[in-house]
């Protein structure tokens, strides 16, 4: 059987939380999540994965693939912010061929399954981790026989629709799902040269080692809440298959890569015990970081830390529950700087409590914390997520916008004004003016081009500024709020 995967374009989706330019010059990840599902299939099928972002498709683009590939099943990962992405492109394939299936999954489909069910061109939904139930499903599509409703009902988190009535599967959860059972990404699927970031010139992939965060900040929903370890075995052997193929850095996927100091030094370890020559990075806290660990993550090749501090006070941080102390971080930096090892450090402007006056002191304080590199972000409030129940208990948001927009989903959806200060495009004009501030300084762009060694770097950063520059001056013309200095 023909299967083809879709990392689903961008068209004419839901407000953004970054602006563009970071995320089109910023950096490109490979679908891992796609890459999990293909080559966990069971059977004799032929697999093909599409992913519109690093190709620049259009959902037509798309199409024609399909056309030329003649899959009988398409497969795609749903975030709410690409959902109409994916609906118009799930329309486009029916119209197209009625028999083709279409297999939705991934986060939006895990709060929203109903609804995403219910959806016209939709033929089955897959909650939850799906390397599993995503195999059964598509082999009892091809095998199909007079007890298909029997075998629907015991593939694990299964949704489907017969004639407008709706059927679940007896279990929600895969039982016999296992982080350490899986086998290992191939990415062979994908064009390697497609992924990078504006950080470095290399040749990149994305890896995790883990999965899940247990922790409950207010502004963001992770669907696994137990931290799931991979055998440290299993790693190693993931990463000499990546070196294989000419990839010299790794970045580590995971929600929380080092929640456990002890493991983190034990894969440092054994990194260095085989011999593996990779740079490579995480996503983390701010803690664990001591002089030990720095220096074993460094001499194992980790070169750029992720971190994750979104508030730039303490008040800030109690109040969407971070659990990180941040009067640590100046020390943690200097830690992270002496062993030789750059910093970014991801921050979220616009929380509900804030005023115009917080964020500007609030962006004042991100650019000077000493990080290399940050990533700032103004805040929406996604479905399901602590901030969002909030404002709808408290009246501010007046009805379920992110339901309504989930069961009729439409171009260039934006919650309306939920904000009780503030105009998402003041946020915008600040956010844009303290990215000019940071990383458009004249020691800050000098520093970076100096250590330029290939053009697709030269590329990547010089779009990237322009981007902030073109920010910078569209919203000088703005009439809005003006920003303070």
Not at 215 to 233: G, H, M, Y
């Amino acid at each position: 059987m023909k299967i083809i995967l879709i990392n689903p374009p961008r068209f004419k989706d839901t407000e953004c939380i970054a602006p563009s330019y970071m995320f089109d010059y910023g950096f490109n990840y490979p679908p891992l999540g796609l890459l999990y599902l293909a080559s966990n299939l069971k059977g004799n099928h032929e697999c093909k994965i599409i992913d519109a972002l690093a190709l620049k498709y259009s959902p037509y683009d798309c199409l024609n693939e399909i056309k030329e590939y003649k899959p009988l099943i398409v497969g795609m990962t749903v975030f709410t912010d690409s959902l109409y992405s994916c609906q118009f492109l799930s329309r486009l394939i029916k119209d197209y061929d009625r028999n083709i299936k279409i297999i939705w999954g991934g986060p939006h489909v895990n709060i929203y399954p109903r609804e995403s069910i219910e959806l016209p061109a939709i033929d089955y939904v897959l909650t939850g981790f799906s390397e599993n139930s995503f195999s059964y499903l598509v082999n009892a599509l091809d095998n199909e026989h007079s007890d298909m409703p029997r075998v629907f009902e015991n593939i694990p988190g299964l949704w489907w629709a017969n004639n407008k009535n709706i059927f679940i599967s007896k279990s929600n959860i895969d039982k016999d799902w296992n982080i350490n059972a899986l086998k290992r990404p191939n990415r062979k699927l994908l064009d390697l040269d497609k992924y990078f970031t504006a950080a470095n010139n290399k040749k990149i992939t994305t890896i995790v080692s883990s999965r899940g965060c247990p922790f409950v900040c207010t502004f963001c929903d992770v669907f696994e809440k137990r931290f799931l370890e991979r055998d440290a075995s299993d790693i190693i052997d993931e990463l000499k298959d990546i070196i294989d193929l000419g990839i010299s850095e790794v970045n580590f996927f995971d929600d929380c890569f080092n929640l456990k100091r002890e493991r983190v030094m034990q894969l440092c370890q054994l990194i260095i015990d085989n011999k593996l020559k990779f740079e490579w990075s995480f996503r983390g806290r701010i803690e664990p970081c001591d002089e030990e660990l720095t220096r074993l993550l460094y001499n194992s090749g980790c070169r750029r830390v992720q971190l994750g501090v979104e508030g730039s006070d303490q008040e800030t941080i109690n109040r969407i529950n971070k659990k990180i102390n941040i009067e640590k971080l100046p020390k943690i930096l200097k830690t992270y700087r002496q062993s030789g090892i750059k910093t970014m450090g991801y921050f979220i402007i616009g929380f509900p409590f804030q005023r115009y006056e917080d964020c500007v002191v609030s962006c004042k304080k991100i650019i000077n914390m000493g990080f290399d590199y940050i990533n700032m972000f103004i805040l929406i409030p996604y479905p399901n997520t602590s901030i969002y129940k909030e404002l709808l208990t408290q009246g501010i948001i007046k009805r379920d916008q992110w339901h309504e927009y989930a069961v009729n989903p439409r171009p260039y959806f934006k919650l309306e004004r939920w904000h009780p200060y503030i105009e998402r495009e003041v946020l915008e004009v600040l956010m844009d003016k303290y990215y000019g501030k940071f990383y458009l300084s004249p020691r800050r762009i000098f520093s970076e081009f100096k250590g330029i060694r290939s053009l697709n770097s030269l590329i990547h950063k010089s779009k990237m500024a322009m981007g902030i520059i073109k920010g910078c001056l569209h919203n000088k013309t703005r009439n809005s709020t003006s920003v303070g200095s």
